[in-house]
């Protein structure tokens, strides 16, 4: 995969100098433009103004209600278009980690961090793949961005302590971590800002245990909770939570559906609309300036104008097949994300059509995943548990099973032309199905026969049978078995080197010596189950400068337009420095944006 590619799709010198006609409704843009009903270029003095604010803010997930709740606060009018029936698009289907350095939050809590460690830390990661402007305004802005939510909305946030960077070993990584989360939110302030808002909040990704109030940092307790003291105890204090919560009757949210609805309440209290059932079609660009939005409204095409300016925070191309298709690697399936549906790419390529660039296109916010019916799961702790392995098509090990997720898929790219582990197979046994939380499954509790229907789950008593039902040689796993159970033994890998990083760890079950990471795997039946690449979401889009403003194949920014979040190219670059890699800067980069329209203004 290259470093950054980048697309223009149309030359400044060429932009449309007048507006985008629109004469059929309901109809995407993709389509009327390959129709001929939708052309760049033409007036379209036809089409109803729908209403005429400063700022239009595309998308509310983390990046757009930042951004519109920054313009709000700077005097701004603002309205928030939505194409879901819901808001919080993939923020609220998160686990809502949120990675930004040297913030009032994590200080309080005694991380040691400062701007220089900061700094140090995001060079080693992100190299020469961002501009280090653009890096130094994350840095300099996340903090400021943390301390005005905060006050301006009713959220707040709590560390998530040992939750270590995803390279604690590079200059200025920490061990411990940087990452935090919101705290518990009560849904009824939704209620009482403004009715019943909270029908209208996204589900979560998994739903939580009923009677149970989860943050987190929670869930590598409740993994190995049948086996650790502190897991149980964690456990419990679930239970108590939600006890305490419902005796003071309130209607407890944590992760993401707190972090999406606290900055709901937030726009609701500084009077700023989300329209849902919105989508955007393509922004209005006169003389080269994004003047508004054309969206589809009530059935009806209409236009939004924006006095300041447009903020695409609409998210990624993860269901978008054709777009995937054009520019990632394959294999690669619109249904192992965990993306919101409705990111399909409307906003970059509406980007696109006004002549911006585009840069990261071939990644995504990777991990591997379990292609379940009906979902995909993203697999975080069951493969970093000991007693796990990971092999490919010839049955043999390729990557450190412990590694941050996003490189496990990028190494599984990387060798699949040679020796296929697209997909590839979790491998256990019953020990460690005795003793581990897989997805929702208790320990010791069967599998549902769905996962084994779908083929997404194998049980076989030998390893050869299991061999056979997954179609690698025998002999390869059963090497593979014994020479990891070695491995396990000494407490060493020196094949990939798993455990060695203090991130490895964390996933981990401390009972295990003498190393965390590894168990030998002996106890029948033994299991595979598919690993495919699946993903948060895609991190390319917009080429965006240090203020957010979108670029076009110049690097000349396009007057009226910012963009933020996984509309934009990722400030991580192709990597990933902890926890909320993708929340914390698209929530950063929101409140650049409204900033620097608000400052220009």
């Known amino acids: 995969?290259?470093?950054?590619?980048?697309?223009?799709?149309?030359?400044?010198?060429?932009?449309?100098?007048?507006?985008?006609?629109?004469?059929?409704?309901?109809?995407?843009?993709?389509?009327?433009?390959?129709?001929?009903?939708?052309?760049?270029?033409?007036?379209?003095?036809?089409?109803?103004?729908?209403?005429?604010?400063?700022?239009v803010v595309v998308g509310s997930g983390a990046a757009g209600m930042t951004a519109a709740l920054t313009a709000a606060k700077r005097g701004l009018s603002v309205v928030v278009v939505e194409k879901a029936p819901t808001f919080g698009g993939s923020l609220a289907r998160s686990g809502a980690?949120?990675?930004?350095?040297?913030?009032?939050?994590?200080?309080?809590?005694?991380?040691?961090?400062?701007?220089?460690?900061?700094?140090?830390?995001?060079?080693?990661?992100?190299?020469?793949?961002?501009?280090?402007?653009?890096?130094?305004?994350?840095?300099?802005?996340?903090?400021?961005?943390?301390?005005f939510v905060m006050a301006n909305s009713p959220?707040?946030?709590?560390?998530?302590?040992?939750?270590?960077?995803?390279?604690?070993?590079?200059?200025?990584?920490?061990?411990?971590?940087?990452?935090?989360?919101?705290?518990?939110?009560d849904g009824n302030l939704l209620g009482n800002l403004l009715g019943a808002e909270l029908a209208n909040l996204n589900p979560p990704y998994l739903a939580v245990p009923s009677g149970t109030v989860v943050f987190s940092a929670d869930y590598k307790w409740l993994a190995i909770a049948a086996v650790n003291a502190q897991g149980a105890a964690v456990a419990a204090e679930t239970v108590a939570r939600a006890a305490k919560a419902a005796l003071l009757g309130q209607k407890p949210l944590t992760m993401g559906q707190a972090l999406a609805a606290g900055l709901r309440a937030g726009l609701l209290a500084a009077n700023v609309p989300v329209w849902l059932n919105t989508p955007l079609v393509d922004l209005d660009v006169v003389n080269g300036?994004?003047?508004?939005?054309?969206?589809?409204?009530?059935?009806?095409?209409?236009?939004?104008?924006?006095?300041r300016g447009v903020v695409v925070g609409s998210g990624g191309f993860e269901h978008n097949a054709a777009m995937r298709a054009q520019y990632q690697q394959q294999?690669?399936?619109?249904?192992?994300?965990?993306?919101?549906?409705?990111?399909?790419?409307?906003g970059i390529q509406a980007g696109q059509r006004a002549g911006a660039a585009v840069a990261l296109m071939d990644d995504a916010w990777w991990g591997p995943a379990v292609p379940l019916p009906g979902q995909a799961y993203f697999c975080l702790s069951e493969r970093t548990l000991p007693g796990s392995l990971i092999i490919n098509q010839a049955g043999g090990r390729f990557v450190n099973e412990a590694a941050p997720y996003s490189d496990v898929v990028h190494v599984m790219y990387q060798k699949n032309p040679g020796a296929p582990d697209i997909p590839a197979w979790l491998i256990v046994d019953q020990n460690y199905r005795n003793r581990y939380l897989f997805r929702d499954v208790a320990p010791t509790l069967?599998?549902?026969?769905?996962?084994?229907?779908?083929?997404?789950?194998?049980?076989?008593?030998?390893?050869?049978?299991?061999?056979g039902q997954?179609?690698?040689?025998?002999?390869?796993?059963?090497?593979?078995?014994?020479?990891?159970?070695?491995?396990?033994?000494?407490?060493?890998?020196p094949d990939f080197r798993r455990g060695v990083s203090a991130y490895d760890h964390y996933y981990t079950d401390p009972a295990v010596i003498p190393n965390s990471c590894l168990a030998p795997l002996w106890l029948a039946p033994f299991y595979a189950i598919k690993i495919v690449p699946g993903d948060l979401g895609t991190k390319g889009g917009l080429l965006t400068d240090a203020r957010a403003r979108v670029l076009d194949a110049s690097g000349r920014p396009i007057p009226g337009l910012h963009a933020a979040g996984n509309a934009s190219a990722?400030?991580?670059?192709?990597?990933?420095?902890?926890?909320?890699?993708?929340i914390g800067p698209a929530m950063t980069f929101g409140y650049v944006a409204a900033n620097d329209i608000a400052d220009s203004a």
Not at 571 to 581: D, I, P, R, T
């Open 1 to 55: 995969m290259s470093a950054v590619n980048t697309v223009s799709a149309v030359d400044s010198s060429s932009r449309p100098s007048r507006r985008t006609v629109l004469r059929t409704a309901g109809v995407g843009a993709g389509a009327l433009l390959a129709s001929g009903l939708l052309e760049a270029g033409t007036a379209h003095a036809d089409l109803p103004v729908l209403a005429t604010y400063d700022v």
């Open 97 to 147: 980690g949120v990675w930004i350095p040297n913030n009032s939050v994590i200080l309080a809590a005694g991380v040691p961090d400062t701007p220089e460690l900061a700094a140090a830390y995001l060079a080693a990661v992100v190299g020469s793949d961002v501009p280090a402007d653009r890096q130094a305004a994350f840095l300099a802005n996340g903090p400021k961005m943390v301390d």
């Open 155 to 185: 959220l707040r946030f709590r560390y998530m302590p040992g939750y270590s960077d995803y390279y604690p070993e590079l200059p200025g990584g920490m061990p411990n971590g940087r990452s935090m989360e919101p705290d518990q939110f």
């Open 289 to 307: 300036a994004v003047t508004g939005v054309v969206v589809n409204r009530s059935g009806s095409p209409g236009l939004i104008a924006a006095r």
């Open 331 to 346: 294999p690669v399936g619109t249904d192992y994300t965990v993306g919101a549906k409705e990111n399909t790419g409307d």
């Open 446 to 467: 069967p599998f549902p026969s769905s996962w084994y229907s779908a083929g997404s789950v194998h049980q076989a008593w030998t390893f050869d049978e299991l061999a």
């Open 470 to 493: 997954i179609g690698v040689p025998a002999a390869a796993l059963r090497a593979t078995v014994a020479r990891f159970n070695g491995f396990a033994l000494a407490g060493s890998d």
């Open 570 to 582: 990722a400030v991580m670059g192709h990597s990933y420095a902890g926890s909320g890699s993708t």
